[in-house]
């Protein structure tokens, strides 16, 4: 997982925007997302619950970031389009 873009953002909405970033929420992706973006490798697939333990690694030392467990526990993947309409 790459937190530096989580730190560029905090950075760029603070200087150029005057904004206070308070926190950030780290989402790992819905195992059928992850089964269709590896279908050619599907040997690269980390089960949900060894990517959801990596990602609470990751951000452990970022006070201000968290993991949230929402999606990658679902039974179905979420339609997001479908939620916004």
Do not use: N
Request: glycine share 6%.
């Amino acid at each position: 997982m790459h937190l530096r873009p989580f730190h560029l953002a905090r950075v760029y909405l603070e200087e150029k925007c005057g904004a206070q970033v308070v926190g950030g929420i780290v989402s790992p992706a819905h195992p059928t997302l992850v089964r269709q973006r590896h279908r050619t490798r599907p040997a690269a697939i980390i089960p949900p619950k060894h990517r959801l333990a990596m990602a609470r690694c990751a951000v452990g030392d970022f006070g201000w970031l968290v993991v949230d467990p929402w999606e990658i526990t679902r039974r179905r993947m979420m339609d997001y389009l479908s939620v916004l309409h």
